[in-house]
């Protein structure tokens, strides 16, 4: 088993900056793919970005070049660096870990969520 929780949410103005942590307990490995999610009321859950197995990190098109993803092994975290946030990115963040391989990942662990809200 494989606990998460993160912490870092908070509201901002537009353009202001939020870093997002997900610390994780229990059953956790280096070989662990893990990612961020975020879900707005009436909304399905969409990821945001993920580090697959061989450390790749992918983004969704709308956070690219404003959000980075990156963990800390040491640590046993996962962050969530976000930039230049705007009115959209408003939603409840979650963080998952799960098992996978090059470019996928099944998560099965899931944090309870961090609410961001951007006011413009």
């Known amino acids: 088993q494989v606990q998460l929780a993160e912490s870092g949410g908070g509201s901002v103005q537009n353009g202001g900056s939020l870093r997002l942590s997900c610390a994780a307990s229990?059953?956790?490995?280096?070989?662990?793919?893990m990612g961020w999610f975020r879900q707005v009321p009436g909304k399905a859950r969409a990821v945001v970005a993920y580090i697959d197995t061989d450390d790749f990190a992918s983004y969704d098109p709308s956070v690219r070049g404003r959000f980075t993803i990156s963990k800390d092994n040491a640590q046993n975290t996962l962050n969530l660096q976000m930039n230049s946030l705007k009115p959209e990115d408003t939603a409840m963040y979650s963080c998952a870990y799960g098992f996978g391989g090059s470019r996928y990942c099944d998560y099965k662990y899931w944090g309870q969520g961090t609410q961001v809200t951007v006011s413009s």
């Open positions: 229990g059953d956790t490995n280096s070989r662990m793919c």
